[in-house]
């Protein structure tokens, strides 16, 4: 009885075309990127570093972008990231014509994402602020949200900083998903794809702090240019706000390029890979 109640309402509700399954998937995948990661951003700040500190905000990404890989990986390919469903475009392992599609999904459950937070800390964000919602400085709340650069950081650096942080990202996702190189065991790509933003946070924040995708940096920007913070948000630091949006873009670029040129090019055919296996090639290595 239950099966068949179960099976009545799968036919009514459930989507039929891939599409619209994959827009779910991105939109609730980076929603919960978003609520772990600024959500620890928000733990930090509005405690003044009392309950956590800098690394937990690095655990809280790391676990928030590993559990959206696990929420729409079957569904979508889990890239809750425009930067990297660019990177799947330029490689044609996401058709062109889906990715306005990826993109909307993860703007839109950024911003829902930004919301939630704002929601859950709302009464310590009050009291934090007293009801002023400032976006530089010894008090800022902005931050919260996105990304806004240290003094010393110039334009070209900081657009740099996204360039190489993003291209660093895609080709270690890349290497994890390549299927002829050693990969990561079957369900376990998401916690890999989650060390790497790791990785980047502990070597790679000092500067801006990371962003490395346009969706959850813009979408929350916006978010605070609504909710109270005002306009601000986009004049703030010389116009900050393009940068963590460009840079990504053009570092997805570049570590697909890279991926490609110097890895994904030179795989053996199949029927040479069975002849010269990779994983042998790994082991004879590491026995060295």
């Excluded at 993109?103 to 800390?121: D, I, K, P, T």
């Excluded at 530089?136 to 900081?158: C, D, M, Q, R, W």
């Excluded at 942080?165 to 290497?175: D, G, S």
Aim: with cysteine; net charge neutral; charged share 15%.
């Amino acid at each position: 009885m239950e099966n068949e109640y179960r099976k009545k309402i799968k036919e009514k509700l459930g989507l039929r075309r891939d599409i619209f399954k994959e827009f779910l998937a991105e939109f609730l995948g980076i929603f919960f990127l978003i609520l772990f990661g600024c959500g620890s951003v928000a733990q930090m700040v509005l405690s003044r570093t009392h309950l956590c500190d800098i690394l937990s905000v690095h655990i809280g990404f790391t676990l928030g972008v590993m559990m959206a890989v696990y929420i729409a990986g079957g569904v979508s390919g889990g890239h809750v990231n425009p930067a990297v469903s660019l990177a799947m475009v330029i490689l044609g392992k996401l058709p062109l014509k889906k990715f306005p599609v990826y993109v909307a999904a993860q703007f839109l459950g950024a911003f829902a994402g930004s919301c939630a937070v704002y929601g859950l800390y709302y009464d310590a964000l009050m009291d934090f602020t007293k009801g002023e919602f400032i976006v530089t400085g010894e008090n800022a709340t902005a931050t919260i949200f996105a990304s806004y650069p240290l003094k010393h950081l110039s334009v070209l650096n900081g657009l740099v900083d996204q360039v190489i942080a993003t291209a660093a990202l895609v080709i270690c996702i890349l290497a994890i998903t390549d299927r002829k190189n050693i990969g990561a065991p079957k369900g376990m790509e998401p916690l890999c794809i989650g060390l790497i933003i790791m990785g980047i946070g502990v070597s790679m924040s000092l500067n801006c702090g990371y962003p490395i995708n346009p969706a959850r940096d813009l979408s929350p920007r916006f978010f605070t240019a609504l909710a109270g913070w005002g306009m601000e948000v986009f004049r703030a630091e010389g116009c900050w706000w393009w940068i963590p949006v460009v840079g990504p873009m053009v570092g997805g670029a570049v570590g697909a390029g890279v991926y490609a040129l110097f890895i994904e090019l030179h795989h053996p055919e199949p029927e040479k890979q069975e002849e010269n296996n990779v994983q042998d090639k790994y082991e004879i290595i590491t026995m060295t």
